[in-house]
């Protein structure tokens, strides 16, 4: 089947740390991946996308690499904020199953000034 | 305002009872969808629709019943709701298209069954 594995929490990081959340799939076509963002309170944003193999997805600072060799797209950023602190979700989308999103189970994000 | 609007924000409701969530979309969009997150803030598909044809119905207890009068709205009706069902209920939309696979999603409706 179609699954996603990310990183427990929560991760607890201080202002300006390097951030890396894992996240790896499993997938039976050729997905496309996603990090979606959401903040307390609110619903879902995505914070950046890949479609192919060795695409690079970036926003805010914040980046991913779609890994076919590696079933992976690890999000990673190299100076956090305390206004990073979300809940991070990795996700996949297959064409053949109507473009669903397969999430994983969130990894909590918190950043201390 | 462009964007996925959910009402009500917030539900609260007695065992039994009946009630409906309501989704809308000014982006244009083909293709809406209803999540459901759990309590551990776990996120699942429930139904997917397209230009007003159901697409998506994962395993969801028929007591759910989406409704899409058109593509630009996406309901969800609840029958004889249970403490089970007490979750945040998120709509999403997406446009068609090879390409265009990135979905919007709404606020979301906390729905709280006493």
């Known amino acids: 089947g179609n699954s996603v594995t990310q990183m427990e929490g929560p991760v607890t990081l201080s202002e300006e740390a390097f951030l890396t959340i894992n996240c790896t799939y499993t997938?039976?076509?050729?997905?496309?991946l996603f990090w979606y963002v959401q903040y307390p309170g609110e619903g879902l944003q995505l914070l950046l996308k890949?479609?192919?193999?060795?695409d690079k997805g970036s926003n805010k600072g914040f980046e991913a690499t779609y890994r076919k060799e590696t079933t992976s797209f690890h999000l990673e950023k190299g100076s956090v904020q305390v206004s990073d602190s979300a809940v991070y979700f990795c996700?996949?989308?297959?064409?053949?199953?109507?473009?669903?999103?397969?999430f994983g189970a969130g990894t909590i994000l918190r950043v201390k000034s | 305002d462009t964007a996925v609007s959910q009402t009500p924000k917030y539900l609260v409701t007695q065992m039994g009872n009946d009630k409906s969530i309501k989704c809308e979309q000014n982006?244009?969009?083909?293709?809406m969808y209803w999540y459901k997150q759990d309590s551990k803030k776990f996120l699942k598909i429930m139904f997917s629709?397209?230009?007003?044809?159901?697409?998506i119905n994962e395993t969801v207890p028929n007591r759910f019943s989406p409704k899409s009068p058109d593509k630009a709205h996406l309901n969800l009706h609840i029958n004889s709701l249970e403490l089970g069902d007490s979750a945040v209920y998120f709509c999403?939309?997406?446009?068609?298209?090879?390409?265009?696979?990135?979905?919007?999603f709404g606020p979301g409706t906390r729905l709280t069954v006493l």
């Open positions: 997938a039976t076509g050729y997905p496309s």
């Open positions: 996700a996949l989308s297959l064409m053949e199953y109507g473009n669903k999103l397969v």
């Open positions: 999403a939309s997406s446009p068609q298209g090879l390409t265009k696979i990135e979905q919007f």
């Open positions: 629709y397209n230009n007003k044809e159901l697409i």
């Open positions: 890949a479609t192919k193999a060795d």
């Open positions: 982006l244009g969009h083909d293709t």
